[in-house]
């Protein structure tokens, strides 16, 4: 997820214009994905990403990382936090609406590779308030908001962390990784 240096995901009106992103970021997202066959969005994240990468990839103007992407996000399960989400007609989607713990965790526990969650900072403190992260990735972008959508907001209890790697981009990006005790 990426965040400002004062800990906002987007800025007072949703904005993220603000974020960095470049080949260097994308090839080394990549790194992630590959090892991901699950990716885990809120209602309003997946409708953003729904929105553009099916197609991204068959664009005459496709970048490297729109159709590597694109790929990837086609062939991937893709899982939903949401309440108001219908599942029916979507492609290779779940839908959550409740008892998270209950349907996450099974999912934690199948064959596969990781669950990667994009941005998505209302279902990730959703999960995180239930235990049910077991690492970030934060890029930490080089600015401060001042205000805007706060990346830990109603976050209830204590989450110990280890920092596993970081992780420093030529555009001022910096990626850390927290791994839970």
């Given at each position: 997820m990426h965040t400002s240096l004062d800990g906002f995901v987007a800025g007072p009106n949703g904005e993220m214009n603000?974020?960095?992103?470049?080949?260097?970021?994308?090839?080394?997202?990549?790194?992630?994905?590959?090892?991901?066959?699950?990716?885990?969005?809120?209602?309003?994240?997946?409708?953003?990403?729904?929105?553009?990468?099916?197609?991204?990839?068959?664009?005459?103007?496709?970048?490297?990382?729109?159709?590597?992407?694109?790929?990837?996000?086609?062939?991937?399960?893709?899982?939903?936090?949401?309440?108001?989400?219908?599942?029916?007609?979507?492609?290779?989607?779940?839908?959550?609406?409740?008892?998270?713990?209950?349907?996450i965790n099974p999912l934690k526990q199948e064959d596969g590779k990781n669950i990667l969650i994009f941005g998505s900072p209302g279902a990730s403190q959703s999960l995180l308030n239930q235990g049910l992260i077991d690492e970030f990735w934060l890029f930490v972008n080089p600015i401060i908001l001042g205000q805007g959508m706060p990346l830990f907001k109603d976050v209830t209890g204590t989450t110990q962390l280890r920092l596993a790697e970081s992780k420093t981009f030529a555009c001022g990006v910096i990626a850390l990784h927290y791994e839970k005790y």
């Amino acid at each position: 997820m990426h965040t400002s240096l004062d800990g906002f995901v987007a800025g007072p009106n949703g904005e993220m214009n603000w974020i960095k992103v470049d080949e260097e970021i994308f090839d080394f997202v990549a790194t992630m994905t590959a090892q991901a066959d699950t990716a885990l969005y809120g209602r309003v994240t997946y409708e953003m990403m729904e929105g553009y990468w099916p197609k991204a990839g068959g664009q005459p103007n496709a970048s490297k990382h729109d159709i590597e992407h694109s790929n990837w996000y086609n062939s991937v399960s893709k899982i939903v936090l949401s309440r108001t989400l219908e599942e029916t007609g979507l492609r290779n989607t779940k839908v959550i609406r409740d008892r998270l713990s209950d349907k996450i965790n099974p999912l934690k526990q199948e064959d596969g590779k990781n669950i990667l969650i994009f941005g998505s900072p209302g279902a990730s403190q959703s999960l995180l308030n239930q235990g049910l992260i077991d690492e970030f990735w934060l890029f930490v972008n080089p600015i401060i908001l001042g205000q805007g959508m706060p990346l830990f907001k109603d976050v209830t209890g204590t989450t110990q962390l280890r920092l596993a790697e970081s992780k420093t981009f030529a555009c001022g990006v910096i990626a850390l990784h927290y791994e839970k005790y």
